[in-house]
Structure formats: structure tokens, C-alpha cells
């Protein structure tokens, strides 16, 4: 285990935030030293890669990340493969592996920064698919040392959510997380300009779907690492079909997504931009001039600055469509 004397909070804003401490584990046993040691003391706080944070200032207690890795085939057969994978597996390298070895499932959500604990905590999903789907179980430790396994009907996943984001949950950490993945070849085609782009390659294959989305990714959203962003910033919101229909009369170009026969996803992106915010900035804060559902730290802005850039949006969202967008990134 590590005690950093260098308690700088990795996040992916690239906001210059500290923690009182800074604890990393690698294994189980680690973990459960600390808590048997009383190290982790109130307020605690569990993070991934801080690509879902948004620190508002310094955290005035102990921050913990784990560095649990590996990836391990627990079964298989000629149609399914079940693998288990430490929580602190960097997201894409994970996927990366499964695209290597003829894996299907997670190839869509390939290029999504993070770590695979935190993947199962915030249910993650791009191009019409939501990771959920591919979990089959997810293992914890809370801050008692009592162990659990959670199946997936316990983790009580829906839109970008799960038990695990409960305010009670926070004393679980998750450990390892199980995927069943498929063998067989299948693909997840129909969403965004995923078609369009696959016609420039003469066949499709797992490994060049992920890089066709890896290429769509790349178009749209800026590299955390020069420019400081979380990704997608806000939810897409889902409303009744009535309160769709009304929209569509007046905005008849609207995109959509059907849920089901009474509830229907509208892009937050295009929302925000039928506001006119795209490119538009707050001082050292903005909206990402290629994709608005993206705000960006344009260099030395505060937790403070994307907070006050993201209430303006979301009035202008509010004002003009009468839909609260609620923010995907977590504030601390």
C-alpha cells in the first residue's frame, strides 16, 4: 500500500485539488490492512481515475484509489467467455484485451476514460450500449472489512446509475467486477454515424469497430490530458412521449431515441446547442466547440468556474425547452 506524500487528486478536469491523504491499495489484503488500522477515517472518499469528478476545492480527508489489477478467464466455453477484472484495470485497456481476443460486447464502449470499478458503479454506456449488460457480478469490501458479492439484479443498475452511487453505499469499495462476454461475432451498429464510418473500411471486424469508435470519440471529444473535461458532462434526458411530442411540433429536426413506447431520450448535446452554448465560455471554463455535452477547463479554472458554467447551461436548457438536464459528473 502507498501513502502519498504528494496528495495531488488525479482528475480529469485538470483542476489543481488536494486531498488531506492519498491511499492506494493493490490487492484485497492491502485494503482490508487499512481498514483494520483505522486508516480510513471520516470524510473518505473512493475514486477511479477522476474522470467523473468534479471537485468544487481541496478534499479535507482521505482520499482512496485502488491499484487492484488483472484479468482472469474464470470460464468458458465455444459461445461465452466470463472474465474477472480488478477494479483499478484502466477501462480501455480492458477493452483493448477483449478486442484482441475475439471478446465481444464491451468494443463500443472502447476510448470511455476511467477505471472498471468505477465502470460498474456508474453503469457506463456510449453507441447504444450500457455496461450493465455485460456484468455479471461486482465484488466489494466496505469499511467494516465485510466482504460481498453483488449479482447484477442487487446492483439495481438503470441510466448511468446503481446502488452504488447511494449516499448509504459509499462505505463499499468494489474490488472486482465479472463480465460475460461473447464469443460469437455481434455488434451493436445502429447508433450515431457508427454505419457511415464502418463504409470506409472494406469489411467489418471487432477490431476495426473499435477503432471506428475510438475515430468517432476522437472527432468529438478533447484528449483530458490537453484539455481538461470529463467527457460527457450531462445526462440525456428521458421524457414522457407527450411532453416529446409537444417539442417535436416545435422543433421537427429534434434527434431522438426511443426507450420504450412511452419514454423517449433527447440528446442534451443538441439541446445545449439549440442554446447557442457550443464554444461558448465563462472565463476559464466552456463548452467544448466540437460537442456540447462536454465542458472543458480552458486552463486555471475552479471547481467553482465548471459549476457556474454548468447552472448557466442548464437555465438556458430549462428556459428554452422547459427539461432540467442533470449533470453525469459528480460534484465533491
Known amino acids: 500500500m502507498i501513502e502519498h506524500e504528494m496528495r495531488k487528486i488525479p482528475n480529469t478536469f485538470g483542476l489543481d485539488v488536494e486531498a488531506a491523504v492519498f491511499l492506494e491499495y493493490s490487492s484485497v489484503e492491502e485494503l482490508e490492512k487499512l481498514i483494520a488500522a483505522g486508516r480510513i477515517t471520516s470524510p473518505y472518499l473512493h475514486i477511479g481515475g477522476g474522470s467523473n469528478l468534479l471537485f468544487t476545492g481541496n478534499y479535507e480527508g482521505v482520499i482512496l484509489h485502488s491499484r487492484i489489477g488483472g484479468i482472469e478467464v474464470t470460464a468458458e466455453d465455444e459461445e461465452k467467455v466470463s472474465v474477472r477484472v480488478g477494479a483499478g484495470v484502466v477501462w480501455d485497456d480492458f477493452v483493448g484485451y477483449c478486442a484482441d481476443r475475439g471478446w465481444y460486447g464491451v468494443e463500443n ?81 445502429d447508433y450515431g454515424t457508427i454505419r457511415q464510418e464502418l463504409e470506409k473500411y472494406p469489411k467489418v471486424d471487432l477490431k476495426t469497430l473499435r477503432q471506428v469508435i475510438i475515430d468517432i470519440r476522437e472527432s468529438k471529444l478533447p484528449d483530458p490530458k490537453v484539455l481538461g473535461n470529463a467527457g460527457s458532462f450531462f445526462m440525456n434526458p428521458v421524457v414522457a412521449r407527450e411532453v416529446f411530442e409537444a417539442l417535436r411540433e416545435q422543433y421537427p429536426q429534434m434527434p431522438f431515441y426511443e426507450i420504450s413506447a412511452d419514454r423517449i431520450k433527447i440528446p442534451a448535446g443538441w439541446m445545449i446547442d439549440q442554446c447557442g452554448w457550443k464554444g461558448k465560455s465563462l472565463g476559464p471554463a466552456a463548452v467544448h466547440d466540437k460537442q456540447a455535452l462536454v465542458l472543458v477547463n480552458r486552463g486555471g479554472a475552479t471547481g467553482a468556474d465548471i459549476v457556474a458554467l454548468s447552472d448557466a447551461v442548464r437555465a438556458s436548457v430549462r428556459d428554452k425547452f422547459g427539461i432540467d438536464i442533470h449533470p453525469e459528473v459528480n460534484f465533491i
Not at 155 to 162: E, F, G, H, M, N
Open 109 to 189: 464502449l472502447s476510448l470511455i476514460p476511467g477505471e472498471v470499478g468505477a465502470s460498474a458503479v456508474q453503469n457506463i454506456g456510449a453507441y447504444g450500449v450500457e455496461v450493465k449488460d455485460l456484468i455479471s457480478f461486482v465484488e466489494t469490501v466496505n469499511i467494516q472489512g465485510v466482504k460481498h458479492v453483488y449479482q447484477t439484479d442487487e446492483c439495481d443498475y438503470s441510466y448511468r446509475s446503481s446502488v452504488f452511487k447511494r449516499p448509504e453505499m459509499k462505505q463499499v469499495f468494489v474490488t472486482y467486477v465479472g463480465f460475460s462476454l461473447s464469443k460469437k461475432e455481434s455488434y451493436t451498429l
